[in-house]
């Protein structure tokens, strides 16, 4: 397929409602796994926690440490005391933040909003490209603390329960404060299982992208190269670019969980592969015809029908042959979506002995 050929449409499949997980399950690593075969388009079924048998020692598992934020903050309008939401997408400066707001028409700049019985204040200051907000807030103390105290975890708009634990959005490893949501792929992993797959000799490399709301951005456009993709920021440090290319220099594959890690590492890749320590904003948009610089296998949940998301990891394994496993994901009743079930897309399905 050639790139002017891609399509929106090219990347549908059919999914039931019902198989879209509104709740974490109670073990994290009990979740299910398919494995895919990206060469071949073979489909195995497996419990997460197995994945470490397929893991080698050598190779480098890429993931993200980003850390989610309570960013959905329900107040109310100063003047008329009418119900207003505000979602914070991306810190500008000191107090001042890009945000959301809902709902949006009657959002002008001097609006002014009052949340938690005046915990927090805030005012409009300017209305930004694709309409989010400029704010700047007033308060006592320690934003942090006091978003703490007032902010909901943004779970995606397909998740309609209330989570009981704010910290089952959140990975085991996450560190530095930033997302808008959480890099679900990693939601799988236990402190236990990230411990036995270091003993197998396995390298752990940890890289920061603040995932944006961008994420969950339908494509609009028919012709899929006509998308605008979301900036979002990223870091990586010396000892995961170190790492990283240990990896690939003694032929071990470099395995990331997660598409915010795929970006991340391919977006600050040099045309020969290589990584360094660096920092920046990625708008790297991934779909098939692209050549993977780093990445050699991909840990990822089960994503929406057209998505960004799905393109990529067509990228990587074939648009038919991923299509073909989330049918069979669908058949088998899989969990989908962020709180769901995760996908292995590897060369092998070899076993690697302790």
């Known amino acids: 397929m050639e790139k002017k050929e891609l399509k929106k449409s090219d990347f549908y499949f059919d999914l039931p409602q019902e198989l879209i997980a ?9 979740s299910r796994l398919l494995m895919l075969n990206k060469e071949t388009g073979a ?3 497996h419990i997460f926690h197995e994945i470490t048998e397929y893991l080698c020692p050598g190779d480098c598992l890429v993931l993200n440490d980003t850390k989610v934020i309570p960013a959905r903050l329900m107040g109310v309008r ?13 810190r500008k400066e000191n107090d001042m933040w890009e945000t959301l707001v809902k709902p949006g028409k009657k959002a002008r700049p001097g609006m002014r909003l009052v949340f938690g019985d ?13 309409g989010n907000r400029l704010i700047r807030f007033a308060y006592e103390g320690i934003f942090e603390e006091v978003l703490d105290k007032l902010g909901e975890m943004p779970l995606p708009p397909y998740i309609t329960h209330k989570l009981e634990d704010k910290n089952r959005y959140q990975t085991v490893y996450a560190r530095y404060e930033g997302s808008a949501a959480a890099p679900t792929a ?5 402190r236990q299982l990230l411990d036995e797959i270091e003993k197998k000799g396995v390298r752990i490399a940890y890289v920061t992208l ?6 969950f951005r339908p494509v609009k456009t028919d012709n899929i190269l006509e998308h605008h993709m979301h900036s979002e920021y990223y870091q990586i440090t010396k000892e995961a670019a170190d ?12 395995i990331c969980v997660g598409t915010t890690s795929c970006r991340t590492i391919e977006s600050a890749a040099d045309e020969n592969g290589k990584l360094r320590e660096c920092c920046g904003n990625t708008q790297i948009f991934i779909y098939p015809g692209y050549r993977f610089k780093v990445l050699d296998a991909l840990i990822t949940n089960f994503h929406l029908p057209e998505s960004t998301l799905v393109m990529l990891v067509s990228a990587l394994a074939g648009r038919e042959k991923v299509l073909h496993a989330y049918e069979e994901a669908v058949r088998e009743r899989y969990r989908f979506f962020s709180f769901g079930d995760a996908m292995f897309v590897t060369d092998s399905f070899t076993k690697y002995a302790e």
Request: glycine share 10%; net charge negative; charged share 25%.
């Open 22 to 30: 509104q709740d974490p399950i109670k073990d994290r690593s009990a």
């Open 78 to 90: 100063e003047d008329t005391g009418a119900s207003v939401e505000v979602l914070l997408l991306k």
């Open 118 to 130: 005046g915990l927090l204040h805030a005012e409009v200051l300017e209305i930004l490209e694709e």
């Open 243 to 254: 790492q990283i290319n240990a990896a690939k220099e003694s032929g071990h594959r470099v």
């Open 210 to 215: 603040h995932v944006g709301l961008g994420t």
């Open 43 to 45: 489909v195995e079924h």
């Open 186 to 190: 990693g939601l799988h992993f236990t």
